[in-house]
């Protein structure tokens, strides 16, 4: 908190500045901790977007490997919210209102309008963020570092949000960010759950698991342990290892609530529009008796056999680049961390099509390393 913002003056009975809600119990002046007693906290229940697996006013994160259909989840979440319409399995009702949907990967109106058509949801209510128009009038993609204010202009605008969807989550975090290390990627989420806890809506990250040796499902998340650790719930996507065509969904983190019970869902192709455009429709079948943590590390070992080094350095690489363009000696030293050799690293890289490059005018300064579809200014040949 900065120190020109506290009052120096008695509180007494007065709001503590940081702290909604409560009221001070001794003076304040700059450089003094903020404290606040118990019996001035006037306790409250939880409020759940979808009881015990979705809270509103913190941050959640939607967890899986690549295709098992997290972001239909969360398309088919938007749509009953956008009605009103019940939870899965009997789990209560949505409450109605408004959705944002934060989305660097599916484009509108191939994706996900069709796929909330197809779930029955209400397009008027929910609304996606294409990106950001910066102050010289030029495009860019908003990250979560610089741009919050511009959201809580568009919550107060539309007046009636219920959940803010950021899919992928690490798409917005800003270039400098490195999700591996733990205070720079509080220093973003910190402010964004602070933000949550002020709007009173669900705040969800849809994230990747990496494919590392980690014998949590949790620290798989971009083998990041701070985004793991600042999100309040965690609810995981996994495939059936028995029938390939089932999805399991439960809860991995669970520590603010009553455990809920694993569920269960396929997906039925329908057709949905003037134009008869085919789309997934998830189909929810009740409980599943597995828990989805146990069945997420028995996909990794299913997949062992081709989850070589070269494939989990490859995948490690995806993770730590899909934020945007990073220095290479950064990527390299966190790279050896993770266990990853630097011969191993670069054939990954190869595999991946990582484009390495230095910013014009600066050809005497360090090189970055980005995703293909990424936009660079000067190019080299591939690494190898």
């Known amino acids: 908190m900065n120190a020109s913002n506290v009052p120096s003056q008695p509180t007494e009975g ?12 001794t003076q304040r002046r700059p450089g003094q901790l903020v404290v606040v007693n118990l019996a001035d906290v006037e306790e409250e229940h939880i ?21 098992v259909g997290k972001s239909t989840v969360l398309y088919d979440m938007a749509s009953r919210i956008s009605t009103g319409a019940p939870w899965p399995n009997g789990e209560g009702m949505a409450p109605k209102g408004s959705v944002i949907l934060f989305n660097r990967e599916d484009p509108a109106k191939q994706i996900i309008k069709p796929r909330v058509m197809a779930a029955g949801g209400k397009v008027r209510k929910i609304h996606v963020v294409d990106g950001y128009m910066g102050a010289d009038g030029k495009p860019r993609p908003f990250n979560m570092k610089d741009d919050l204010e511009e959201l809580d202009a568009l919550i107060k ?28 990627v509080r220093a973003v989420l910190e402010p964004l759950a602070q933000r949550a806890e002020k709007w009173g809506v669900a705040v969800i ?4 698991l990496g494919k ?17 650790n600042l999100a309040r719930m965690i609810q ?17 983190k669970k520590n603010i609530t009553t455990p809920m019970p694993s569920l269960q869902f396929r997906f039925e192709s329908v057709r949905v529009g003037k134009k008869q455009i085919e789309a997934p429709k998830i189909v929810w079948d ?21 989850n070589t080094a070269r494939a989990r350095a490859g995948e490690f690489i995806k993770g730590v680049l899909s934020g945007g363009p990073k220095l290479s000696a950064e990527v390299f030293e966190a790279a050896e961390k993770a266990g990853h050799s630097e011969k191993t690293l670069r054939r990954a890289m190869e595999d991946v099509q990582v ?5 014009k005018g600066k050809m005497d300064g360090q090189w970055w390393l980005t995703l293909p579809a990424q936009t660079v200014t000067e190019r080299r040949a591939p690494l190898n």
Not at 14 to 22: A, F, S
């Open 212 to 228: 590392g040796p980690k014998g949590n499902a949790n620290l798989n998340i971009l083998n990041s342990v701070g985004i793991s």
């Open 355 to 359: 484009l390495d490059y230095k910013e």
């Open 157 to 184: 605008k539309i007046g009636d949000v219920r959940m803010v969807v950021f899919d992928p989550l690490s798409s917005y975090f800003d270039s400098k960010t490195n999700v591996w290390q733990e205070a720079q």
């Open 236 to 252: 995981m996507i996994v495939k059936d290892e028995s029938d390939k065509e089932l999805r399991i969904f439960g809860p991995t």
């Open 205 to 208: 990250g849809n994230t990747h």
């Open 47 to 67: 409020d759940w977007l979808w009881e015990h697996r979705f809270p509103r006013g913190m941050l959640s994160l939607l967890a899986g490997f690549g295709d």
């Open 14 to 25: 007065k709001p503590v500045p940081g702290v909604v809600g409560q009221k001070a119990t």
């Open 286 to 306: 009740g409980e599943n008796g597995a828990d989805v943590e146990d069945e997420v590390m028995r996909s990794q070992d299913a997949k062992k056999g081709k």
